[in-house]
Every structure is written in C-alpha cells, then in structure tokens.
C-alpha cells in the first residue's frame, strides 16, 4: 500500500463528489453501499494494520493481532450486522476522508444486542451509532485495536 497516495486518493473521492454535486444541484453523489464497506476496510488495514481478507469474506473482513476482525463503515447513524464477529470495528466516514471509531472492541457484546430478536427479512439486524457509543464505554482500552500511526 502507498502509505502517501492513500489518503490523497480518498480526499479526491469526496472532490469529485463535491464537484458532481454542484455540477447538478439537488442530486447526491454520496458514495455507498460497497464503496463505503470498502473504504472503511481500507482505512481499517492502514490506520490499525488489519490484514485483510479476501473481499466478501464470511462475516470477518481480516485479522489484526491475532483477532478475527469485522469492519462496518457508515456515512449515517447506523450499521447493520448479520452474524456475530469475533471482533467489531465500525468507523463513519468524513466528506474529508477523516473518521470517527464509533465501536472498537468484542463482537460479542454488540450481537448480544441483537440476538434474542427475530431475524429481520434480509437477515441484518440495525444497531444505531448511539448504541454503539454507549456499549464502548464498557470496552477496556486494553481489548481495543490499536490505531497505528499513519
């Protein structure tokens, strides 16, 4: 990985977003869906070191330290989850290619949100970033991934 072109690659993303939005006003440009998954695993491999697996793996999208490790990226106020990881990490995104971790810690106590519920339609139970807030302060810092320097 080019540890220089990355985050120049990512601020240009959100340039040409930018710009398209302008070019056309009321319509929205905003990246989604597996864009937004992969940028965040990417933002996951160089800000924490997660070794990624290859794209749609089964429920974990890499390993870092020794953990099997599920990475959600949201643009919003929620992520959805289809199975309990081992390990959770969700990130929002910033239009500046900057984010915020959200969740940084076992996958467990995130599922046991959801478990007991009846399985949603398309299978992905929502969990809201608020949530996720408040379930972080039960997490140590000792049993979060550790954000390398970029």
């Known amino acids: 990985m080019d540890k220089d072109a990355f985050p120049k690659l990512l601020r240009s993303i959100y340039d040409s977003v930018d710009a398209l939005e302008a070019m056309f006003p009321g319509r929205h440009f905003t990246p989604d869906g597996h864009m ?14 997660v070794q990624l697996s290859h794209a749609s793996a089964p429920c974990h999208d890499g390993i870092c330290e020794s953990r099997q490790v599920q990475v959600k990226a949201t643009q919003g106020n929620r992520i ?38 009846p399985r949603p339609k398309n299978g992905q139970y929502q969990v809201s ?10 997490v140590g810092s000792h049993e979060r991934l550790q954000r390398k320097e970029a």
């Open 36 to 49: 937004v998954g992969s940028l965040g695993e990417a933002l996951a491999s160089y800000h924490y070191g």
């Open 80 to 117: 959805a989850i289809s199975s309990k990881p081992e390990y959770l990490l969700v990130l929002r995104l910033h239009r500046d290619g900057s984010f915020v971790e959200e969740y940084n810690g076992p996958g467990a106590l995130v599922w046991n949100l959801v478990a007991h519920k």
């Open 129 to 138: 970033l608020a949530t996720l807030r408040q379930l972080m302060k039960k």
